[in-house]
């Protein structure tokens, strides 16, 4: 089946000169079937930024999604996240090289810490194994996602600076307290 191809989509250049698509595919809650499909699909009409979790257990389909595509991997965006069993320095890499496994694929363009889990307090471990994935080549760029400013204040403390907080914003839940302190940082809100 021919499907037509959308304009390019503007993109959002990270603090480390990565370009983020401005627009993408969330794939939460799809099972592995759904995710492939709609990732494939995604991908074949021009949408390049694809979002995934450890904790969706979706990675398996989406990486089909992405195979079945045919788009060169170079072009598309791949984001996931890891839950609080590996927030630590070395815990980071178990659950990268676990994602990439599980996605059939070399690197992330994007690797974040899901939730800080406050009430186990390894949040900035988490982080700090981030930038140790990141100087190893296995992602491109590091982030949170779920973090508020206290949580983000401890992490600059330690000199972490995220390049991207993955946060909910909506009409009825605006957080401009959290997106004021990340341009101030300069990460990106996404």
Same mark, same amino acid.
């Given at each position: 089946?021919?499907?037509?191809?959308?304009?390019?989509?503007?993109?959002?250049?990270?603090? %480390?000169?990565?370009v983020v698509p401005?627009?993408?595919?969330?794939?939460?809650?799809? @099972? #592995?079937?759904? /995710?492939?499909?709609?990732?494939?699909? /995604?991908?074949? =009409?021009?949408?390049?930024?694809?979002?995934?979790?450890? %904790?969706?257990? %979706?990675?398996v389909g989406v990486?089909?999604?992405?195979?079945?595509?045919?788009?060169?991997?170079?072009?598309?965006?791949?984001?996931?996240?890891?839950?609080?069993?590996?927030?630590?320095? #070395?815990?980071?890499? @178990? /659950?990268?090289?676990?994602? *990439?496994?599980?996605?059939?694929?070399?690197? *992330?363009?994007?690797?974040?810490? !899901?939730?800080?889990?406050?009430?186990?307090?390894?949040?900035?471990?988490?982080?700090?194994?981030?930038?140790?994935?990141?100087?190893?080549? *296995?992602?491109?760029?590091?982030?949170?996602? %779920?973090?508020?400013?206290? !949580?983000?204040?401890?992490?600059?403390?330690?000199?972490?600076?995220?390049?991207?907080?993955?946060?909910?914003?909506?009409?009825? !839940?605006?957080?401009?307290?959290? #997106?004021?302190?990340?341009?101030?940082?300069? =990460?990106?809100?996404?």
């Amino acid at each position: 089946m021919t499907m037509p191809v959308s304009p390019a989509v503007p993109g959002r250049t990270l603090s %480390n000169g990565v370009v983020v698509p401005a627009i993408g595919l969330g794939t939460w809650p799809m @099972t #592995d079937d759904e /995710a492939a499909g709609a990732v494939d699909r /995604a991908l074949r =009409i021009g949408w390049r930024l694809v979002d995934t979790a450890e %904790n969706y257990g %979706n990675e398996v389909g989406v990486g089909r999604g992405i195979r079945a595509s045919g788009v060169d991997r170079s072009e598309i965006f791949v984001t996931s996240k890891f839950n609080k069993t590996w927030h630590s320095i #070395d815990g980071v890499r @178990t /659950a990268c090289e676990a994602s *990439l496994r599980r996605l059939g694929l070399d690197y *992330l363009d994007l690797f974040l810490v !899901h939730w800080p889990n406050p009430g186990q307090d390894r949040y900035t471990e988490a982080v700090e194994g981030l930038f140790r994935v990141l100087d190893a080549g *296995l992602v491109r760029a590091v982030g949170v996602s %779920n973090f508020k400013t206290t !949580h983000l204040a401890r992490l600059f403390e330690r000199g972490l600076v995220p390049h991207v907080n993955q946060i909910q914003i909506d009409p009825n !839940h605006r957080r401009d307290d959290v #997106d004021a302190l990340d341009r101030e940082k300069g =990460i990106l809100t996404e």
